[in-house]
């Protein structure tokens, strides 16, 4: 059976649209085997520590989207207080700020904002965290150097 | 009709990781009895568990804890998890020179590592009833 039968129309149109206008710095794309995953590839915001970086993360449309938001991780390293060592992201709009008004693009761009705007003040790594709040200089140096070392094309 | 919902590998383990932070995903009569993580916390492959159940009450193995290795391949979970027992328990599913699990009956896409788990725990109320090596002693 192809795996695309029966999939919500809404998840059609989302995916159609992703690739038929690209956001800027968003690449998004579904698995062959499953319409409901997709490869995503971000590109570091630039003036930020992850200019120049491509991040890899992957991204699930559970079965009760839209009323539940998608499930992101990031699968690149990264210095930032908002992501884990295992990728997940700390971000309100994929839990209890969740709107099934929101979209796989306003997600994927909320996550590239994260990137620029990282909050030390909710994050999901307190010793990232404490290193931002202590010293942003250096917590910045220090993802540069993630980027330059994980983030490479 | 509507093609099934694959989870894919990745999202599966991250939620019973979760799950497993939180002691849930375990149903009666084995929750408080078993505990689970991913070995390594940077481990972004989600590969390698760590394990532990206390053995059935009011059986001769009620008051030990065994330690349990869980390795979940790329082909998890099209294919049950890979289990062996560190601590040494003499039971029928379990290879006596290396631990090794052999594979769990009955496995399915909606099976989880808590599954095997509490399978084992509950297989083990029949090895309490056999001679058991002294308590702690590890497969080597």
Known sequence: ???????????????????????????????????????????????TPYEGGVFHLELFLPADYPMAPPKVRMLTKLYHPNFDLIGRICLDILKDKWSPALQIRTVLLSIQALLSTPEPDDPLDPKIAEHWKRDREDAEETAREYTRKYAVP | MAAPVIVPRSFKLLDELEQGEKGGGVPAPHAGFVSYGLADPEDITLSSWNASIIGPQNTSLGDRIFSLKVYCDDSYPDNPPEITFVTKINMSCVNQTTGVVSKIPGWNRDCSIATCLCYLREQMKRASRHHQPPEGEEFS
């Open chain 1, 1 to 47: 059976m192809d795996p695309t039968t029966g999939l919500p129309r809404r998840i059609v149109k989302e995916t159609q649209r992703l690739q038929a206008e690209p956001v800027a710095g968003i690449q998004c794309e579904p698995f062959p085997e499953n319409p409901r995953h997709f490869k995503v590839v971000l590109s570091g915001p630039s003036e």
